[in-house]
Nanobody, 123 residues
Framework: VQLQASGGGLVQAGGSLKLSCAAS????????MGWFRQAPGKEREFVAA????????YYKDSVKGRFTISRDNAEKTVYLQMNSLKPEDTAVYYC?????????????????WGQGTLVTVSS
């Protein structure tokens, strides 16, 4: 397994979760990384991305100010801190590796995907 996501669970609205994605990639620091999510019956959508160095980050408008993406290149891990969660954040969350630079919000730019971790936010 090259990308292993974890940290999902059930949380009440207003709560927090922190997702992790551990990579078994020799060149992890060479790639931008992203988080996507897919709710039941909906398309997979971009949530957040981080540049190779971790210095630049990008977010879907609806999560700005609530979610924070970060990475630790020494640990080969990317994180998604999710605060003030809402029921509409309920989805399976996937981490992914981008094959292009600069960072893209397009699914087509990502060529390696983790298995997903389920986040359920109750009202």
């Amino acid at each position: 397994v090259q990308l292993q996501a974890s940290g999902g669970g059930l949380v009440q609205a207003g709560g927090s979760l922190k997702l992790s994605c551990a990579a078994s990639l020799r060149t992890f620091s060479s790639y931008p990384m992203g988080w996507f999510r897919q709710a039941p019956g909906k398309e997979r959508e971009f949530v957040a991305a981080v540049a190779r160095s971790g210095g630049d980050t990008y977010y879907k408008d609806s999560v700005k100010g609530r979610f924070t993406i970060s990475r630790d290149n020494a640990e080969k891990t990317v994180y998604l801190q999710m605060n003030s969660l809402k029921p509409e954040d309920t989805a399976v969350y996937y981490c992914a590796r981008s094959r292009v630079q600069p960072v893209s919000q397009s699914r087509d730019a990502y060529d390696l995907w983790g298995q997903g971790t389920l986040v359920t936010v109750s009202s």
